[in-house]
């Protein structure tokens, strides 16, 4: 439920209790004054100031993710995704923190397997007008990962970062003890035979000891598991691929026609690692 998620909330500039007030339209509001209004789609930008200087997806790049998603090629790891957050959303109440949420694919996933609240965070307005649809019943933030979270200590039973920026000092202060963090990155491999002609970047091999020496300040490392997910993609879809990752930001409209103009399709295997951290 919304309430228990906003109940998860804290307000971005004193740090006091955040209340919803339903309104002409719905507020996000802290005894001190501080307001932050819900945009027509329903997300809530909490960034106040000057913004952020990191460069967010833009609004073609988001439309990219979200027709690739939309077409369940990676439907294989939103299951495998829920079905890792299950275990630790059991408790009544439960809240999930899906950071770097996208366009809330693995967040509705992991909701619908668990029934717990959601909170989704990007720093993409772009991005949370999707998931705000998608998510309706989260609570979609624009937010930055690498500031302090919007969030009260110890009031999430999970986080979910899906290729995303990881802030392991933020997510231990936020999740409640015994609470697990899953986080998926690509392995060696991954995508290999589009990524050499779509110009991303090819994942080289020590990002899982890297991940693991990231996180150990703050978390023992739990399990992990590899999955293999094998794709058949006609031009435009992987055009779409190529566009979506980061890679995206640098990508040239030319290569992005030259790949969709491809014809017949293109067999290749997305290799994903989900690992799964617990606060220690
Ligand atoms: C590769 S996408 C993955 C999105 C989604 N988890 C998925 O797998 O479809 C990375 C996401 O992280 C977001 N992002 C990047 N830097 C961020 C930051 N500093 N704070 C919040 N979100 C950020 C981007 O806007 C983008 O939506
Ligand atoms: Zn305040």
Redesign the pocket.
């Known amino acids: 439920m919304l309430s228990d998620a906003v109940a998860a909330l804290r307000c971005p500039v004193c740090q006091g209790v955040l209340q919803l007030r339903q309104g002409q339209q719905q507020t996000l509001a802290c005894e001190a004054g501080h307001q932050f209004d819900a945009a027509k789609q329903g997300y809530f930008n909490l960034l106040t100031g000057k913004g ?1 200087v ?4 833009s609004a073609d ?2 439309a990219a ?1 979200y027709r690739f ?1 939309d077409a369940g090629h ?1 439907s294989g ?1 939103a299951q495998a995704v829920a079905a890792a957050a299950a275990g630790s959303l059991q408790r009544p109440g439960a809240v999930v923190l ?10 509705r996933a992991v909701l619908e397997r668990s029934g717990a609240s959601g909170i989704g ?4 307005k ?2 949370l007008r999707r998931a705000a649809r998608l998510n309706p019943e989260a609570a979609n933030l ?6 302090p979270l919007p969030m009260m200590d110890n009031t999430a039973d999970v986080v ?6 990881r ?1 392991p000092a933020e997510f231990a202060r936020v999740l409640r003890p015994g609470g697990s963090l899953i986080v ?1 990155t690509p392995r060696p491999g991954h995508l290999a035979e589009i990524a050499a002609r779509a110009g991303m970047l090819s994942i080289e091999d020590g990002k899982e000891e890297r991940l693991v020496d990231s996180m150990r300040e703050y978390f023992d490392s739990g399990t992990s598991q590899n999955l293999d997910l094998p794709l058949t993609l006609s031009g435009p879809e992987v055009a779409d691929l190529a566009y ?3 890679a ?1 930001h640098h990508v040239q409209r030319e290569e992005l026609a030259e790949l969709a103009a491809v014809e017949g399709s293109v067999a290749t295997t997305a290799k994903f690692r989900i690992s799964e951290f617990a606060v220690s």
């Open positions: 952020t990191f460069e967010a997806d790049m988001v993710r998603l990676y790891l899906d950071a770097g949420t996208g366009t809330g694919h693995y967040l965070v990007d720093i993409s772009f991005a624009v937010w930055d990962i690498w500031r979910t970062v899906v290729f995303a920026p802030n998926v979506m990752g980061p995206g």
